[in-house]
Structures are given as structure tokens and as C-alpha cells.
């Protein structure tokens, strides 16, 4: 009883928080419209209220889940994320409102066919578990593994409203709790970056155990920030992201992964052109022999 009137309380700071920070918004920018009409000013406000208010709310959120979940999560040497409960708005702040298309193309890029088997590492609440079990189909399978039982909790409810029976799991990439050869393809979305890199190297290793020969890996993360034209265009596009990684201390970039990839023992490693803001894609496979 406790803890809910708890999540009660926190949700009511939180919505608290982003009505102040919406209003201050709305008259910011107003008084910036009259005083100085400049979009680029603009376009800077605005994404640094976003960024305030998001790290804002992790910090409530985590304050709230490491003091009051009386769950322990599974151990891993990755950052753990627990606040499931605004994760999909989180997500949706950080892709500009567009999380479902960077779910689509992580699905899509994961070259699924109906009948398949899959498996969404890091899984979280589901974004990706869910539109990759509609695409396998019924005669499909689809796992989900997260080291929080607060994702997995949230994942699971999410697959009983859409009627859909997928096999949501607590667990780390370091140990998968599955046979050798289960899954056809297995997705990553943002997801290697909380890791450190001899994890990495463990979870890749890992994947490539429970993939059958000629299964397919799709990561999907951070593109590290360059100098090349489409680079720079791309950090216009999406500076708050550019801002999360520096402000979390992420030194990794999808760029590291073909290495680690290769070390592994994967093939036909791609990066792909299909990019998403600040995120690539990369596609591999287990050797078929």
C-alpha cells in the first residue's frame, strides 16, 4: 500500500514539473518571438528545456526506484535503467516524437519472416519485442530479456493488451537463458551503449550461442559524433542526444562495434546505410557452418 501511494506522490511531482517547465516554455518563447525573432535562438531553448526536463525526471524517477522497488533486478555490470514507468515518454522525448519509427526500422532492418524465432536483448518495455512479434506471426516466437523487472513488468502488461504471447524475461546479455541455437535473429536498440566493453564482447559472444548457424544480429545505437557533412547535419537535427551521451559519459559509438563483431567470430557485418537522428544500424551473422 506504501509503495503505491508512493508512485502516487512521484507521479504527481513529475507531472508537476512539466507543467511549470511547459509554462515557463510557452512564455520564454513568446518573449523571445517579440524581443528577437530567431528561429536558431529558438530552436535552442527549446531543446535545452527538453534536456532539463528530461534528466530532471530520471532523477526523480531514480530516486524513486533504487529507494521504494522492494525487487531486486538481475546483476549485471551494465547500467540499469528502473524507471519503466515513463521509459516509452522518455524515449519519445529523445527521438522528437518518433521512437515508433526508430522501433519500425530496428524491426525492419532485422530482416523478420513470418515463422521466425526472436529475441530483443535489452528489451526494456517492450518497443521492440512487440512489432517484431507481429511480424513473425503467430507461428513466430518472440523473447524479450531486460536485467529490470520494472521494464519486464511494464513489457508484459503491454503484450497482454495486444493479446500477444511473447516470452518477457529478467535476465543480462552476460548470461542468456537460452539453449544453443534458439532464435533465428536477435535485436539490440540502444542498448550496447550502457555497457563496458569486455561486456560487450561477453554479450556478443552470448548471442552468438543461442543464434542458430546463419542467424542474424541487429544493433541498433549511438553514431559517435564526427566531422563529415551528414555527421554535422544529423547533430543539428538531434543536439539533445549528442548532449545524453556526452552528459552520461558515453564514449561509445556504433562505429566500435564491426571490431568487436569480428573478434567475436560474427560475418557479413554491415553497417547500414538506414540511419535514424544520431542512430545507426548494424547487421551481422553467425558463420552458417
Wanted: glycine share 10%.
Amino acid at each position: 500500500m506504501m509503495h503505491e501511494k508512493m508512485k502516487i506522490v512521484i507521479i504527481g511531482v513529475v507531472i508537476a514539473h512539466v507543467v511549470i517547465a511547459l509554462v515557463g516554455l510557452y512564455f520564454g518563447v513568446r518573449w523571445l518571438i517579440a524581443q528577437m525573432p530567431s528561429h536558431i535562438v529558438i530552436m535552442g531553448i527549446v531543446t535545452t528545456a527538453l534536456v532539463g526536463l528530461y534528466f530532471g525526471i530520471h532523477r526523480l524517477i531514480d530516486l524513486h526506484t533504487h529507494t521504494h522497488d522492494p525487487e531486486s533486478p538481475a546483476q549485471t555490470e551494465g547500467r540499469l535503467i528502473r524507471w519503466a514507468l515513463f521509459y516509452d515518454v522518455s524515449a519519445n522525448i529523445m527521438t522528437l516524437g518518433r521512437a515508433r519509427r526508430l522501433r519500425d526500422l530496428t524491426v525492419r532492418n532485422a530482416l523478420l519472416q513470418p515463422g521466425e524465432n526472436v529475441l530483443d536483448v535489452g528489451c526494456g518495455t517492450g518497443g521492440v519485442t512487440i512489432p517484431a512479434k507481429l511480424r513473425v506471426g503467430k507461428n513466430g516466437r518472440a523473447s524479450g530479456i531486460d536485467p529490470s523487472p520494472e521494464m519486464i513488468a511494464v513489457a508484459r502488461r503491454k503484450a497482454g493488451r495486444a493479446r500477444l504471447e511473447i516470452d518477457f524475461r529478467v535476465g543480462v546479455i552476460e548470461s542468456l537463458p537460452f539453449p544453443d541455437g534458439t532464435f533465428d535473429a536477435v535485436t539490440s536498440s540502444l542498448m550496447m551503449h550502457h555497457l563496458p566493453e569486455h561486456v560487450q564482447v561477453k554479450g556478443l559472444a552470448e548471442i552468438k550461442r543461442v543464434l542458430k548457424p546463419g542467424g542474424r544480429l541487429l544493433i541498433a545505437d549511438m553514431i559517435r559524433p564526427g566531422t563529415s557533412f551528414r555527421k554535422r547535419f544529423l547533430t543539428l537535427l538531434a543536439p539533445h542526444l549528442i548532449l545524453h551521451q556526452y552528459l552520461r559519459g558515453v564514449k561509445f559509438g556504433i562505429e566500435d562495434m564491426p571490431k568487436l563483431l569480428q573478434e567475436v567470430g560474427f560475418v557479413e557485418i554491415k553497417q547500414l546505410e538506414d540511419c535514424f537522428l544520431t542512430i545507426g544500424f548494424i547487421r551481422a551473422a553467425k558463420p552458417a557452418a
